[in-house]
């Protein structure tokens, strides 16, 4: 027995969608079809580690479904659907949280951006964050996720927790036959993190990650926003005063213009030396709305067909329910192994 090719990966609801969930997330969901099989989750069990007003919420769950499908996602071809419909990803998460150590959490950099001087008085759940993504993850023994580049430390922390676990229970998954023939239960997960947009920076802060969680709507491009809004922030987005170099090199201590120029090359499908042969030597006047012109041929498609969806709700959730349908019993069977292995008497 040897793991198949599989591909998983989740969205937060936690706020608008940004032009950096698409270029590191979405956008490259959409070429694992063909060759995985995929399953795309809004994560909304993620999202309420921090406080979430309830009606945000839902309609946050189903514009991240919205954007899966706008940006190409087939529902028939992957499976899409919301976490807490499926309750085996908390329910493994729990064993998770009782194979993984405190310390492990304690390392966790996004979990000391986002806790910051206020550690005592986050959440737990917040804490336990990389515990519930390994349980998402593990649940449907995925063996590829494609992510930004923020993400790479919580992968490796999947990895340790399945290693642990494979190791843990070595001989009760060696008694039951569930393992491979190297006696893995769990697969040792490979991040997808790849290409010019793995991490696409603020518009108003070249050193600050694009985020929903921002609290300046001018920080970032969201994926809702109508071309004259895309255009606005472009021309406002922060830059130095010095006009664009011929080579990639030149961008070295220009954090603001390797942002925009990173957001070109990947909007064109372009490397960065290749937008620079083409604006080297050029100015932001120039520049701006080359890049605003791109951003919202690239994006005002997609824009439509996510307001087209978000005004049909039914659809949106009956595509949810289906796929947690799917989900669950993929779920339900790995669950059902890892009860076993553990020794819980069902
Ligand atoms: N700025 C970014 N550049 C490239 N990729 C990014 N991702 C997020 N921000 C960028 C990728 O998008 C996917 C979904 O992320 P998430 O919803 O799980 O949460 P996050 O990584 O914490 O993203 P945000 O937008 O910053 O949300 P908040 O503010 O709620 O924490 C992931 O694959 C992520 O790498």
């Known amino acids: 027995m040897s793991f198949s090719p599989r591909v998983f990966s989740g969205i937060q609801p936690s706020g608008d969608l940004h032009l950096g969930n698409y270029l590191g997330a979405i956008r490259r ?10 399953i795309y989750c809004v994560v909304d069990m993620h999202a309420i580690t921090v406080w979430q007003e309830p009606e945000a919420l839902r309609r946050a769950t189903r514009e991240v479904a919205a954007a ?3 940006a190409g996602i087939d529902p028939k071809r992957s499976i899409i659907f919301n976490q807490s419909q499926v309750p085996q990803h908390a329910e493994l998460a729990w064993v998770f949280n009782c194979i993984a150590r405190i310390g492990w959490m304690n390392r966790m ?4 951006d986002k806790a910051g001087k206020n550690s005592e008085n986050v959440s737990l759940g917040l804490l336990a964050y990389p515990s519930l993504m ?13 992510v930004g580049d923020d993400q790479k430390q919580h992968l490796e922390l999947t990895r340790d927790i399945a290693a642990k676990f494979n190791n843990d229970y070595a001989a009760s998954i060696k008694e039951q036959g569930l393992g491979t023939e190297e006696g893995q239960f769990f697969p040792i997960t490979d991040p997808l993190i790849a290409g010019p947009a793995t991490r696409i920076m603020s518009l108003r802060d070249g050193t600050k990650k694009m985020s929903k969680s921002d609290p300046s709507d001018q920080s970032r491009i969201s994926l809702l926003d109508d071309a004259d809004a ?20 030149g961008l070295a201590g220009r954090p603001e213009a ?12 372009k490397s960065k030396q290749d ?7 050029s100015g932001w006047g120039k520049f701006k709305p080359a890049l605003a012109e791109l951003a ?6 997609m824009n439509g067909e996510m307001r087209r969806l978000l005004d049909d709700p039914a659809t949106i959730d009956a595509v949810l329910r289906d796929g947690a349908e799917r989900a669950g019993a993929i779920a339900e069977k790995t669950m059902n192994e890892v009860r076993s292995i553990i020794g819980f008497i069902r």
């Open 230 to 249: 895309i255009a606005k922030k472009i021309k406002k987005a922060t830059t130095d005063p010095a006009e664009l170099p011929g080579d990639v090199e």
């Open 296 to 301: 919202v041929s690239v994006l005002a498609p």
């Open 275 to 281: 937008v620079l042969a083409e604006f080297g030597g």
């Open 258 to 269: 390797d942002n925009l120029v990173g957001i070109y090359a990947a909007l064109s499908d």
């Open 109 to 112: 950099t996004q979990f000391k």
């Open 29 to 38: 969901f959409v070429p694992l079809q063909a060759t995985h099989e995929t």
């Open 134 to 146: 390994a349980a998402d993850i593990l649940l449907y023994k995925a063996t590829q996720v494609p």
């Open 68 to 70: 899966f499908i706008a």
